[in-house]
Nanobody, 123 residues
Framework: QVQLVEPGGGPVQAGDSLRLYCAAS????????MGWSRRAPGKERALVAA????????DYADSVKGRFTNSRDNAKNTVSLQMNSLKPADTANYYC????????????????WGQGTQVTVSA
């Protein structure tokens, strides 16, 4: 079992930057692909960023490409999502996820999910 906790989040203004963190505990191993998904009001949860267990490969949804950066520190069992140039459309509950594969670009490939943290971007 892997437990994921995402501290951070909160209200920000459009154009602001925010960094989300995810701390993994339990049966932790650097051999987990990590990802971030989000659920906006009235919409389904969507994967927006993914990083391979080595950290060498990253993937992003088109809606965040160029603005969000996913990184990881395997020594500390943490993953972070740097979000720049935030827009009201980025308002959502953000979830950290871990998958027992090298690289996971689909939500179904993830085995563990955090409880989520709310990000609200006002115009």
């Amino acid at each position: 079992q892997v437990q994921l906790v995402e501290p951070g989040g909160g209200p920000v203004q459009a154009g602001d930057s925010l960094r989300l963190y995810c701390a993994a505990s339990g049966r932790t191993s650097s051999h987990y692909a990590m990802g971030w998904s989000r659920r906006a009001p009235g919409k389904e949860r969507a994967l927006v960023a993914a990083i391979s267990w080595s950290g060498d490969s990253t993937d992003y949804a088109d809606s965040v490409k160029g603005r969000f950066t996913n990184s990881r520190d395997n020594a500390k069992n943490t993953v972070s999502l740097q979000m720049n140039s935030l827009k009201p459309a980025d308002t959502a509950n953000y979830y950290c996820a871990a998958g027992s594969v090298f690289r996971a670009t689909r939500a179904y490939e993830y085995d563990y999910w955090g409880q989520g943290t709310q990000v609200t971007v006002s115009a």
